[in-house]
Each structure stands twice: as C-alpha cells, then as structure tokens.
C-alpha cells in the first residue's frame, strides 16, 4: 500500500516537472520569436533626410501623405501615393487629386483640415516650422521640402521616391524631367522671365532654377 502511494507521488512529481518544463521551453521560444521579430523590423528601418536636414526613421512606407506644395503634388501623384489633402490653387487641379480635400496653401494652411485629415506625413516648405510641433503633436509627421533648383527638385524627387519605397518610379521621373529640361535648352535665343508666387508673395525664376 506504501509503496503505491509512493509510486503515486512520483507520478505526479514527475509530471508537475514536466508542465514546467513545458511551460519554460514555450517561454522562451515565445521571447526568441519576439527578439527575432524585433530584429526584423531593425532591420526594415529606413531614414530619410529632409530639405531642412531633418532626420526621419520610417518602420514601413507612410499609408497616407499630404502636402502644400504644388510641386510636390505633381510628384505624389506619379508615384502613386494615397495622397489626402492638397494645395489650395487657382488652376484646375490634375484629375487624380481632384476630389482630394484642400488643406490651404504654404502662406495660409488650414490646420483645421490638417488636423481633420490625419495623414501620416505632410510635405511642407521650410516657412511651416513654426507650426511642426503643434502639426506633429496629432500624429503627422512634417517632412520640408525646397524645390528651388533643379538639382533641388531632383533631390525632392529622390527623397520621396525613398520615403514611399518607390526609388525607381523616382530614378525614371527624375531623369525624365532632366531630359525634357536638355531638350529644351537648344539654340533658341528667346528669352523670358517666369514670375510665381502666391497671396502676396512673388518670386522670379533665376538661371540656376
């Protein structure tokens, strides 16, 4: 009778050790697929650097973008991107972006419509830092951009291109606006002044623009 109870209290000690090695085996698998998971996004990490020289880390692609500037608009919308709020213009805006909700313009932004809107990132001109913390604060993201100069257009091109993991639609854009510029600089002796601007602010395009 002795030995049976004692055989019983083996058996549930033998099987109390295995639950818990059972149970520490699950524990750490479970923390190595989370170790590996988080080496995995590490490691799809990318990091952009703006007009401004803002760093910005991004985990995936944005899902939706905004912007102020018109340029910029041209550009998310041969990329592709979900763009959901664009410039306030006085010209017909391109038919893809026509439904897409106004958010103001670089000298008056609608930060109600920003705020309404909820992108993930909004391109904007260096003049909008003053309002980034404020923007940034609601979960935007604001990316600067300077399309000044031609190589400054190109590197506008390339930066997005990169934030939306669209680098090559980005390569062919701007080698396809560099072609058109080459094409056009012939022997033509007409020359010309391009003025542009918005609200109260005009600008005049130099040579080097």
């Known amino acids: ?47 952009i650097v703006d007009a401004l020289g803002e760093s910005h880390t991004f985990a995936e692609p944005p899902e939706t973008v905004a912007t102020l500037n018109p340029g910029e608009l041209d550009v998310l919308v041969k990329l592709e991107a979900n763009v959901v709020g664009r410039p306030e213009t006085s010209t017909e805006p391109l038919a893809e972006v026509k439904g897409v909700q106004t958010i103001g313009n670089p000298h008056n932004p609608s930060f109600e419509q920003i705020a309404a809107i909820g992108a993930d990132v909004l391109i904007a001109p260096p003049s909008f830092v003053k309002f980034e913390e404020t923007v940034e604060a609601q979960g935007t993201t604001v990316v600067y951009s300077n399309p000044e100069t031609l190589e400054d257009i190109v590197g506008s091109i390339d930066m997005i291109g990169t934030m939306l993991h669209k680098e090559e639609q980005a390569t062919t854009l701007a080698e396809q606006i560099e072609a058109d510029i080459a094409a056009l600089n012939g022997d033509s002796q007409v020359r010309a002044l391009m003025v542009y601007g918005a609200g109260n602010t005009f600008l005049a395009a130099l040579p080097q623009s």
Do not use: D, P
């Open 1 to 47: 009778m002795k030995e049976r109870k004692a055989m019983s209290k083996m058996k549930v000690f033998i099987i109390s050790l295995a639950v818990v090695v059972l149970a520490a085996c699950g524990a750490e698998e479970e923390a190595q697929i989370e170790t590996v998971n988080a080496t995995t996004e590490e490691a799809s990490a990318y990091t």
